[in-house]
């Protein structure tokens, strides 16, 4: 990152883990699922949980990357009436009450519907602290790097198993706060083993850059946050997190989703000598 900018809430939560020799804990969950007024909600559960940094997910049509359960949330979130500007009408007030860093996670289809500037400008104003923008590469991000960087906004590429050296390179380049990798190809879900593959993608990602590495697709426990966390330093979990909301929330409100991503969460502590 541009040394003359200032230091974004995301790095300075990485560099806080970094410091304490501590390991992170990213979550995703989908904005509007079920409702947006339950997103706000969630997202002081998941602050109060300990979780790291939040990726804000917003709901898309065709979202390809995304596994049957993440998909679910989304249609659920786009017939509640849910888009990128309500998202972002509603953000000042999230982002009064939770003190984690939030990350919006999206297609670029609605950012360009809502204008590159005005995304950036908008998110910046509500307090949004960054993005990923999952189907956007690294060879076509030159003007959405452009626009939040002169805005202070973090920029989160992915890399996967399949990436070359040179693209891995590139993504790292071009992202600030913290690069996520994948640690399998496919779609996103929960799965009962981690690849080994994504340490694999640690080792080369450290010969290349020195952002914080979060790893994420497939994480649904505390022991496999444990296990990814032996390499990366963070772990990301989505599908798991999106499950637990869609069969316990309407019925056990926020704090069952909080109590489940505080065990998650407990992977990422240090076990005693």
């Known amino acids: 990152m541009n040394q003359s900018q200032p230091t974004t809430r995301v790095a300075a939560r990485f560099q806080k883990l970094r410091e304490n020799g501590a390991k992170g804990l990213v979550v995703y969950l989908t904005a509007g699922d079920p409702s947006l007024d339950a997103t706000g909600e969630l997202l002081l559960a998941l602050d109060r949980a300990g979780v790291d940094v939040i990726e804000l997910g917003v709901p898309f ?13 989304s249609e659920r979130a786009l017939r509640a009436g849910t888009t990128l500007r309500k998202i972002l009408e509603r953000f000042p007030s999230w ?9 919006l996670f999206s297609y670029f289809n609605p950012i360009l519907q809502l204008g590159l500037e005005k995304f ?5 104003q509500a307090g949004v602290d960054g993005a990923l923008v999952v189907d956007l590469t690294v060879e076509e991000a030159e003007s959405y790097v452009r626009a939040m960087r002169e805005r202070n906004l ?6 996967s198993p399949t990436s070359t050296d040179a693209r891995l390179e590139h993504a790292a380049q071009l992202s600030t706060g913290f690069l996520y990798l994948i640690s399998r190809t496919g779609v996103t879900g929960e799965r009962t083993e ?3 593959s994504g340490r694999l993608l640690t080792e080369r990602a450290r010969r290349l850059t020195s952002l ?3 790893m994420g697709f497939g994480i649904s426990t505390a022991a496999q946050v444990r296990e990814v966390q032996s390499h990366a330093d963070a772990a990301v979990v989505g599908s798991a997190v999106v499950h637990a909301i869609e069969k316990r929330f309407s019925h056990e409100g926020p704090a ?3 109590e489940f991503v505080r065990e998650l969460k407990s992977g990422t502590e240090v076990p005693p000598a």
């Open 61 to 73: 049509s065709d979202p390809l990357a995304d596994g049957p359960v993440i998909q679910r949330a």
């Open 95 to 103: 982002r009064r009450s939770v003190q984690a860093p939030i990350i």
């Open 120 to 124: 950036a400008t908008t998110a910046a």
């Open 154 to 159: 973090d920029t989160i590429f992915l890399a």
């Open 194 to 196: 981690i690849s080994s």
């Open 212 to 214: 914080p590495l979060a």
């Open 256 to 258: 069952a989703i909080q």
